[in-house]
């Protein structure tokens, strides 16, 4: 990753759709059907832990993941929001932002590698991606 532009890691990019971007982050869902998951990568370069932004850039990003958690909690009406950033993967600072159902999957454990990722078919990443934008743009 270059500290002089923003560029959004390889495997983030290959990984994901892009839905929105906000002042700060660009929001991306993940491509993994089983799970409603968004992505909050904030578009700042050289970044890979939530220390590294300034104060008012680490409130932005709060307020952006606040945002990004009610939307996906309304559009899917969750049990409940894992919301995490890890980057043992990726090293790219990024935030999930996952629904959680109790019969889903992986639950009550993490995603994390459990089973096979189920990408979406074209029509429904497309249709989840206008579903989530809407959603942010109405809140």
């Not at 932005?60 to 890890?86: F, G, M, P, Q, Y």
């Not at 454990?109 to 743009?137: C, F, I, K």
Request: proline share 6%; hydrophobic share 45%; with cysteine.
């Amino acid at each position: 990753m270059s500290d002089t532009a923003f560029s959004l890691d390889p495997r983030l990019e290959a990984d994901t759709f892009p839905v929105i971007d906000l002042a700060l982050a660009s929001v991306r869902l993940m491509d993994d059907a089983r799970f409603p998951w968004a992505i909050l990568v904030p578009r700042r370069p050289g970044l890979s832990e939530l220390i590294e932004l300034e104060g008012s850039s680490r409130a932005t990003l709060t307020a952006e993941i606040d945002h990004v958690s009610r939307a996906l909690k309304a559009l899917t009406n969750c049990d409940k929001l894992n919301v995490a950033a890890l980057g043992n993967q990726v090293r790219q600072l990024h935030i999930h932002v996952i629904a959680r159902f109790t019969g889903d999957p992986a639950w009550p454990g993490p995603v994390w590698g459990v089973g096979e990722r189920r990408t979406y078919a074209a029509p429904q990443a497309m249709l989840t991606v206008a579903r989530l934008r809407s959603a942010l743009e109405a809140a």
